[in-house]
């Protein structure tokens, strides 16, 4: 008989016997450590998303201001018409221009902007960035008005006295909006952009026709 085959035999003898136990310990740490970074994965997803929000809520608060701003200018606009003047010489209770059916309904930044007398020329991007500024409500409210009576003439040369002046104080109250989904004036929640913006404003001015 070969002198191998005792080798072998021994060989095979030794490893005939059971396995040693496994404890699985390694397992069980790497599944813990995919675990921490996968919390660690979503909590940096999660701030990263927070901060994105809030920058582009602050780089977008200049130009929902500017919404607001329109609904005055468009406001005092309005005043010279024939029915602002009657509001104006009227009662002149509150009023929201911007409401559904009203003068100032569905108004934007970019139909205020648009030069005068001249092509509109600018950018598609901006066209869609001021598109998308507009002011869901502009209430005007006459707060008070006076009137300065002209200066009478000479007694026995006319019975006629100058034009009386008539100076009116007025608040305007708006809320612009940028990329605000809006359902009627209200907010729809359900389609709100995380780069949106909405701004209140108040002005008292003085108006003189």
């Known amino acids: 008989m070969s002198p191998w085959y005792l080798k072998v035999k021994t060989s095979q003898t030794k490893h005939s016997g059971p396995l040693p136990e496994q404890s699985?310990?390694?397992?069980?740490?790497?599944?813990?450590?995919?675990?921490?970074?996968?919390?660690?994965?979503?909590?940096?997803s999660y701030l990263a998303s927070m901060q994105s929000d809030?920058?582009?809520?602050?780089?977008?608060?200049?130009?929902?201001?500017?919404?607001?701003?329109?609904?005055?200018?468009?406001?005092?606009?309005?005043?010279?018409?024939?029915?602002?003047?009657?509001?104006?010489?009227?009662?002149?209770?509150s009023y929201?221009?911007?409401?559904?059916?009203a003068p100032l309904s569905g108004k934007t930044v970019l139909a205020d902007t648009i030069p005068q007398g001249q092509a509109d020329s600018r950018s598609t991007k901006f066209k869609d960035r001021a598109g998308r500024a507009s002011y869901s409500s502009c209430i005007v409210q006459k707060l008070a008005s006076t009137s300065s009576l002209g200066v009478g003439t000479?007694?026995?040369v006319s019975n006629g006295y100058g034009a009386s002046?008539?100076?009116?104080?007025?608040?305007?109250?708006?809320l612009g909006n940028y990329n605000v989904p809006l359902t009627g004036g209200a907010i729809n929640t359900q389609f709100w952009q995380?780069?949106?913006?909405?701004?209140?404003?108040?002005?008292?001015?003085?108006?003189?026709?």
């Open 165 to 174: 002046t008539f100076t009116y104080t007025i608040k305007i109250t708006a």
């Open 96 to 101: 929201d221009l911007a409401a559904t059916g």
């Open 54 to 93: 809030l920058v582009s809520a602050v780089a977008n608060k200049p130009i929902s201001i500017e919404a607001g701003e329109t609904c005055f200018d468009n406001a005092i606009e309005w005043f010279s018409t024939s029915a602002g003047k009657s509001w104006v010489n009227g009662v002149g209770a």
């Open 194 to 209: 995380s780069n949106s913006s909405r701004s209140a404003l108040e002005a008292v001015v003085q108006y003189t026709p």
């Open 24 to 44: 699985g310990i390694a397992l069980v740490v790497t599944l813990i450590l995919l675990l921490v970074l996968m919390v660690m994965g979503a909590g940096i």
């Open 154 to 156: 000479e007694v026995g």
